[in-house]
């Protein structure tokens, strides 16, 4: 186990390289970069009209936006932004300062890019977090309770509330309960922004506790909705395909009570595919399903802050917020690779090459 776990951590070094590389020459192909941008506000020009038709290259190698403009303006704006230096050697300095995990500065931000990123950690980890959580303390119960009642009548009324909780997107959900519990009507016991309250420093330890989670409520409620459905399902599954196996009848024909036999020889077996889905489940949340909920509910997060980022070609942030999603990433897959043993200590990973 040791050597395969030690084979994973090095074979990370190689996959975010690779990462990083294609996504650096991508975003270089791409028009509208910073200098553009800071050339168009200059000129008065919007920077979201920025795009194709106003970054076209001349052949003298400036765009059209940055006519009519000092040449040693633009030499200046370059450096400032980085861009005076050759491609090579941009990505040769980008990959010395990240191997010692220095993101640099956002250019418009006007602050260190690790510092961003610690301080929108927070709402992006609480959301995933126990988002994840709930969801598997709410679908492996449902789940099992589904395959020891098939066909029933619990099943069935189970399976439409299913079936309509994953039929509608996690931001409409959102909506939904701002609407309901927030304000939209007379109602209004849940609170639409931030992830605490202005007053959070001046409460007692009990008091920021209950805040904290009080904020999360609607949009952990909103990311679960739908990530449960498709968790239920599987647990059920697994769990009626493990009942048909030949070890299971030869459990019972020993006397074994239903309650032995499900939780200590279906549950083990039946658990597997459920637990591979753990990183699966938390890094959905955490990368993908998080933007629109944090737009919602106004929480400033990782999705956001990537988003806003990519749209405004704050490259650093682009950057380094690639860095920390790609090896966060992998780091929960090589979790849920022990989780494997954990629930089935037969399996051997040791005897795997990685």
């Known amino acids: 186990m ?3 776990l030690t084979r994973r951590l090095l074979l990370i070094i190689p996959t975010l390289l690779c990462i990083l590389l294609v996504n650096f020459f991508i975003v ?3 028009p509208g970069g910073p200098v553009e941008q800071a050339i168009a506000k200059l000129q008065g020009v919007a920077g979201g009209t920025i795009g194709a038709g106003h970054t076209e290259t001349m052949n003298t190698g400036q765009s059209r936006a940055s006519r009519g403009l000092d040449p040693k303006l633009i030499k200046e704006i370059e450096h400032q932004y980085g861009f005076d230096k050759p491609l090579h050697e941009r990505l040769w300095l980008m990959l010395k300062n990240y191997a ?5 500065n956002s250019f418009f931000r006007g602050a ?3 510092d961003l990123i610690l301080q929108k950690m927070p709402v992006s980890i609480s959301l995933g977090l126990w988002a994840t959580l709930i969801t598997y303390l709410v679908s492996i119960p449902l789940g099992i309770r589904k395959a020891v009642k098939h066909g029933s009548h619990f099943d069935i009324w189970s399976s439409t509330a299913i079936i309509v909780g994953y039929a509608m997107p996690a931001f409409l959900f959102a909506m939904l309960l701002v609407v309901l519990f927030a304000g939209g009507t007379s109602l209004s016991w849940f609170p639409v922004r931030g992830l605490v309250s202005e007053n ?8 920021k506790l209950a805040d904290y989670f009080w904020h999360l409520v609607l949009p952990v409620a909103s990311l679960v909705i739908g990530g449960f459905a498709t968790l239920t399902i599987l647990t059920k599954n697994s769990f009626l395909n493990e009942v048909t196996r030949q070890y299971v009848v030869t459990a019972r024909a020993k006397g074994l009570s239903e309650r032995r036999v499900l939780y200590g020889h279906v549950f083990r077996n039946a658990m597997l595919l459920v637990v591979a889905g753990i990183p699966q489940a938390f890094i959905s949340v955490f990368f993908a399903g998080s933007l629109m909920i944090e737009v919602i509910f106004s929480l400033d997060g990782l999705g956001r802050m990537s988003y806003e980022a990519a749209v405004s070609r704050d490259y650093p942030v682009v950057f380094g917020s690639l860095f920390i999603f790609t090896l966060f990433g992998l780091l929960i897959k090589l979790v849920g690779d022990i989780c494997y043993t954990l629930v089935d200590p037969r399996i051997d990973f040791s005897a795997r090459n990685a």
């Open 100 to 104: 010692s995990l220095d993101f640099g």
């Open 200 to 207: 959070f420093d001046q409460m007692t330890t009990l008091g």
């Open 28 to 30: 270089q192909a791409a």
């Open 2 to 4: 040791l050597g395969y």
């Open 112 to 114: 260190k890019v690790t």
